[in-house]
């Protein structure tokens, strides 16, 4: 045990990836795998394990793993993640797999002696009535938003384990909290997805079934601020160099729409002229939860891709899944 402190505690910066063991958890998913296609030309040796190979919630398998394959940097990313509608439905699948996974991996990495590691929070950890823009410190300041109460707690319980093995054996451990994230590799499950994803497939099927108009959940007035997976990868990879000296960032593209805003753009990406219908017996959730992203600008990091073009990449990125029966049938 002694020694592997001092192994935490002596750990110098990241300068850069060449040569470097670097574990990015949760690669199929899509954030995970837009971490991997950052890292086509870093000359980093990736260590990448699917679930059939490792489960995440399995203690012992996660240490025997790292224990033999030594990462040096880790991307924590590998979680349970899913819509407002999943959250309010699975709340002890939600909290129970991910506080295992993040005790897993975050033990885990001090164990081995991990550099450093990055762990991905949510928007949702912040308090439902938080002042905007949500600055880092408010964490843990306020009530959460019912709808999606058990996921948040254990995205917070993940920043503090993050921040409790940094305090007391001196790990590198940063956590990095993003707004609503979209882009390729994104989850369509018709009741699961997210609000990007949702209103993307009703809207395309509403344009292919020849439909007049296509439903959006809620009443159209929550706001939600988007950001492009590959900007939160690239946030991501630029925290791990830089000399980070806060352990909590926020990532965000510091403006936001409104859903009916959003469903309207979307339309207009996809080529649907028809009606919105807004499904009010579905959850709004969390009003609005702009984040203030001023401490990461100030390490010199800001988002690349712009909202239009963003979305117009995951619609075809929508359109190239639905060509292969695999992929139809894994967008369910
Ligand atoms: P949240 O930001 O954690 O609440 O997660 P979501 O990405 O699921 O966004 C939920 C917001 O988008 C709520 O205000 C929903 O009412 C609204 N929304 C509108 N249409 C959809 C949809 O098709 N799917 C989802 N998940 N949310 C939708």
């Excluded at 975050?106 to 991990?114: E, F, L, S, W």
């Excluded at 409790?164 to 390729?184: E, H």
Aim: hydrophobic letters at 40%; a neutral charge.
């Amino acid at each position: 045990m002694a020694e592997t402190n001092m192994m935490a505690s002596s750990k110098g910066s990241v300068n850069s990836f060449a040569g470097k063991k670097v574990w990015i958890t949760g690669h199929k998913g899509m954030l995970g795998s837009a971490v991997v296609r950052s890292f086509a030309n870093e000359g980093a040796k990736l260590l990448l394990t699917s679930h059939a190979e490792l489960d995440l919630t399995d203690q012992a398998a996660v240490l025997a793993w790292m224990e033999e394959n030594r990462p040096e940097l880790i991307f924590h990313v590998g979680a349970k993640v899913g819509g407002i509608h999943a959250n309010a439905t699975l709340p002890a699948d939600f909290l129970r797999d991910n506080l295992m996974i993040q005790s897993n991996v975050i033990n885990g990495a001090h164990r081995v002696g991990v550099q450093k590691l990055v762990f991905v929070a949510s928007n949702c950890t912040y308090p439902t009535k938080a002042q905007q823009p949500i600055s880092e410190d408010a964490l843990l300041t306020g009530p959460l938003d019912d709808s999606i109460r058990a996921y948040a707690v254990g995205k917070i319980a993940g920043i503090e384990l993050c921040r409790a093995y940094r305090k007391q054996y001196g790990c590198n451990f940063i956590s990095v909290i993003p707004p609503n994230l979209y882009g390729p590799g994104d989850n369509y499950h018709p009741q699961h997805s997210h609000v990007v994803a949702g209103i993307l497939r009703r809207t395309h099927e509403a344009k292919v079934g020849g439909k007049s108009e296509f439903v959006v959940w809620g009443d159209g007035t929550p706001r939600r601020e988007l950001l492009h997976v590959d900007d939160l990868a690239d946030a991501m990879k630029y925290i791990m160099l830089a000399p980070a000296t806060h352990d909590l960032y926020n990532v965000g593209c510091s403006h936001d729409l409104g859903i009916s805003e959003l469903a309207t753009i979307i339309a207009k990406v996809i080529g649907f002229e028809g009606k919105i219908v807004y499904d009010t017996s579905k959850l709004n959730g969390t009003m609005c939860k702009l984040l203030d992203s001023s401490r990461i600008r100030s390490l010199g990091w800001k988002p690349k891709i712009e909202e239009k073009a963003g979305l117009r990449s995951a619609y075809e990125d929508f359109l190239h899944l639905l060509q292969t029966p695999e992929a139809r049938a894994r967008i369910g």
